[in-house]
């Protein structure tokens, strides 16, 4: 499979959404900045990086009035503004979703988002579409808990599980029974809408958490609905290092001379890999060792560094799913489970080969729901291709291979894997602190700490690392889209 995404006749112009017409109109056009409960849109990233990519840049403004559905210059999207190449793609597929014609009514959309950020007790995407679905004629009644909403969105909790955790268990079975005849089923443009809301809001919970997006404000009454608790991590000094001036892990000259040879010794394995790839191809027999090696390997990615690289009290909160947040769960103890587990013999994989994105899901969610492939593709291609050519204070450096490292790797650990890839690269390229920091952000992103962000390519800017959380969210997106969408073919034929 070609992952270099060449723009295609998919790729959709930036004129899409000229043609369609919003469902609801937005009074007021004028930007409202966030105040959040600590300095800056990031507890990870020294404000004045972030504002000043801000300031100097009008885009980012122009994009909040066209596409926020809350007409604010939140914090998520102050971060995403970094990449504003990226930010365009990801406010308008977002902006589709949400407000433009489709098969879900507007507080479906909503509270399917908050059933989605659920699942990683994120309380901050919580929150906001709390306020959304209010403002789009939700009824309040439903914001007491699952008991409370029509069986037809209870009979979501199965797949919202699944495509949270564990996707590779999604079944046609489980299409079926969704969509069979009753007075609750789904229309399959209803399923796949709510399967992309899913989806994007689970991803998304792994880039508010890996990019450390603090709250909007404090807990106070919406709409006559008070808001949930900002989670912990996002005000408390969860590892005893989250404050922002703490630069423990570069401080010293060690620190900043041994930081400054990991990163000489990423970019000579990059180039002696380039030779090597120049000199002679792997069989496919050893690249399917490779990844079978890979995939057993990343069990102990975090069940073996986070409990011991990293004090337990970075995760003693996060454990504890809080009652405003567990009304909108069902089954909480469901969680990651890796794929390729212990003792297993003949792990099933999902060859990409069988079922691209390209070449099957992108039509089947195109013909389904009208437009939103189109957007999703050129999102996708957007953060797989995005580079500025730079790492950390080198220029013309070709940064593909990382690139794809990093979406192939978050792949791998979602049982996904290439056959034109060789995950040999993966292990050259992908220090033990960053693959800690990837699972942690993709599988478990509520335990993502300050230090755990800090600990790896500690030469890098923040908007690398934050490109690094994009490609991340995407790979995760897609790496869902791609199980659920499968089931429904399969369902289907």
Not at 113 to 137: P, W
Request: glycine share 4%; with cysteine; hydrophobic share 35%.
């Amino acid at each position: 499979m070609n992952l270099t995404f060449p723009l295609t006749s998919k790729s959709m112009s930036y004129s899409v959404l000229a043609h369609c017409y919003p469902i609801m109109e937005k009074q007021d056009k004028r930007i409202r900045a966030s105040q959040p409960l600590t300095r800056g849109p990031s507890a990870f990233i020294p404000e004045k990086e972030v504002v000043q990519a801000n300031t100097v840049d009008e885009r980012t403004n122009f994009l909040v009035e066209e596409y926020s559905t809350s007409g604010r210059l939140d914090n998520i999207t102050q971060v995403m503004s970094l990449h504003t190449q990226y930010l365009e793609s990801f406010l308008r597929s977002q902006f589709y979703m949400l407000r433009m014609d489709g098969p879900l009514p507007l507080p479906y959309r909503h509270y399917i988002a908050i059933m989605a950020a659920a699942r990683h007790q994120c309380s901050y995407l919580i929150n906001m579409h709390v306020d959304e679905f209010l403002k789009t004629g939700g009824m309040a009644e439903w914001l007491n808990g699952l008991e409370y909403i029509p069986q037809r969105l209870k009979n979501l909790n199965e797949i919202n599980k699944l495509l949270a955790h564990r996707p590779w268990l999604i079944t046609k079975e489980h299409i079926q029974k969704l969509v069979k005849t009753g007075e609750n089923n789904w229309s399959l443009p209803e399923l796949v809408h709510a399967v992309v809301l899913l989806a994007h809001y689970h991803a998304l919970a792994s880039f508010v958490f890996g990019s450390g997006i603090n709250p909007e404000r404090g807990p106070e009454i919406s709409n006559g609905f008070r808001l949930i608790s900002v989670n912990n991590f996002c005000v408390c000094d969860l590892a005893n290092d989250n404050n922002i001036e703490n630069a423990s892990l570069t401080g010293s000259n060690f620190g900043i001379v041994d930081s400054l040879s990991e990163l000489e010794a990423l970019m000579e394995r990059m180039k002696r890999l380039q030779e090597e790839r120049e000199d002679e191809e792997a069989s496919q027999e050893e690249m399917t060792t490779r990844f079978e090696t890979e995939k057993k390997e990343s069990l102990f990615v975090v069940s073996g560094d986070t409990f011991h690289s990293f004090p337990h009290s970075d995760f003693a909160d996060d454990m504890i799913v809080t009652s405003d947040v567990s009304r909108y769960i069902e089954d909480p103890g469901f969680g990651y489970e890796d794929f390729a587990r212990r003792g297993e013999e003949h792990l099933p994989t999902f060859r990409a080969q069988d079922y691209t994105w390209e070449n099957h899901g992108f039509s089947l969610v195109n013909r389904l729901y009208s437009d939103i492939g189109h957007l999703l593709d050129e999102k996708f291609r957007m953060v797989y291709n995005l580079t500025y050519n730079t790492m950390a204070s080198h220029e013309d450096v070709d940064t593909a291979m990382l690139r794809r490292a990093l979406f192939n790797y978050v792949h791998c650990m979602f049982g996904i894997r290439y056959d034109d890839y060789d995950y040999g690269e993966v292990n050259q390229l992908l220090e033990r602190s960053l693959k800690v920091y990837i699972k942690t952000v993709t599988c478990y992103p509520e335990r993502t700490t300050k230090r755990m962000y800090d600990s790896y390519w500690r030469q890098f800017k923040h908007s690398e690392k934050v490109h690094v959380n994009l490609l991340l969210m995407e790979a995760r997106m897609q790496a869902e889209l791609l199980y659920a969408l499968r089931a429904i073919t399969r369902h289907l034929t």
